[in-house]
């Protein structure tokens, strides 16, 4: 039972660090997205239609 024990808790530690870490790589993708959409709107206030 003690050889289960470990297995059962090294997974749901992977499972935690893999959500963790693909949560980070969205948030980072949120930010990119702003961050275009920021620039696409300054360029649109300057009369230019570039992304």
Not at 8 to 31: H, I, L, N, P
Not at 37 to 45: D, F, G, I, L, T
């Amino acid at each position: 039972m003690q050889n289960n024990n470990v297995i059962a808790t090294e997974v749901a530690e992977k499972q935690r660090t893999s959500g963790k870490a693909r949560f980070t790589a969205y948030m980072q993708g949120m930010k990119k997205l702003e961050r275009k959409a920021q620039m696409q709107k300054e360029a649109m206030m300057k009369g230019g239609t570039k992304a």
